[in-house]
Antibody, heavy 123, light 112 residues
Framework: QVQLQESGPGLLRPSETLSLTCTVSGGFINSHYWSWIRQSPGKGLEWIGHIYYSGSTTFNPSLKRRGTISVDVSNNQVSLRLTSVTAADTAVYYC?????????????????WGQGTTVIVSS | DIVMTQSPLSLPVTPGEPASISCRSNQSLLRSNSHNYLDWYLQKPGQSPYLLVYLGSNRASGVPDRYTGSGSGTDFVLKISRVEAEDVGVYYC?????????FGQGTKLEIK
């Protein structure tokens, strides 16, 4: 059974760079898409972006080009980097698997989620 | 971007009674392959969200058959035939037709 585990610093100061890693276990990263989704305190879910194992990425324009997502197939890891963080980036960050193909020949939803990691941005 | 709107935002339900959540999008989620790219997720208190229904009406593995997703185009519904105590949490719809994927505001189901 595929499991996802997010890791990274829990506390950042404004203007710093957020770096999170998602380690995939129980399966291989070289299929499907891998997403980052966040949830601000007391609020709903926001899709950050996703990456295909080949390296093709899509990012939410609302994050104004502050972010990048990368994949390390050899270590079964997906990473998120978000620059110039502010208090508005305080959230629980989830790594998740999107079971779909690049041309949508199949789609089975966001079917595996990590437990989430809390990131607080505060001076 | 596609905007998703759910209603109601709060849903108190008596155990054993049915429940229904509506989700609307401001653009059709129906693709040329005849699939609606609309999912439903449940986030139980203190937990990560998990998948209930994908492509509008397909229950995910292990999801009880009291959950039914329906709808097409811009209007979708998630129905719970008989609510149980374990169904409490926040239900989200999400469109996966185009990036950025987007979620509804969430519907909080609570037991009366």
């Amino acid at each position: 059974q595929v499991q996802l585990q997010e890791s990274g610093p829990g506390l950042l100061r404004p203007s710093e760079t957020l770096s999170l890693t998602c380690t995939v276990s129980g399966g291989f990263i070289n299929s499907h898409y891998w997403s980052w989704i966040r949830q601000s305190p007391g609020k709903g879910l926001e899709w950050i972006g996703h990456i295909y194992y080949s390296g093709s990425t899509t990012f939410n324009p609302s994050l104004k080009r502050r972010g990048t997502i990368s994949v390390d197939v050899s270590n079964n890891q997906v990473s998120l980097r978000l620059t110039s963080v502010t208090a508005a980036d305080t959230a629980v960050y989830y790594c998740a698997r999107v079971r779909r193909s690049p041309v949508l020949s199949y789609y089975y939803g966001v079917d595996v989620w990590g437990q989430g990691t809390t990131v607080i941005v505060s001076s | 971007d596609i905007v998703m709107t759910q209603s109601p935002l709060s849903l108190p339900v008596t155990p054993g009674e049915p429940a229904s959540i509506s989700c609307r999008s401001n653009q059709s989620l129906l693709r040329s392959n005849s699939h609606n790219y609309l999912d439903w997720y449940l986030q139980k208190p203190g937990q990560s969200p998990y998948l209930l229904v994908y492509l509008g009406s397909n229950r995910a593995s292990g999801v009880p058959d009291r959950y039914t997703g329906s709808g097409s185009g811009t209007d979708f519904v998630l129905k719970i035939s008989r609510v149980e105590a374990e169904d409490v949490g926040v239900y989200y719809c999400m469109q996966a037709l185009q990036t950025p994927f987007s979620f509804g505001q969430g519907t909080k189901l609570e037991i009366k």
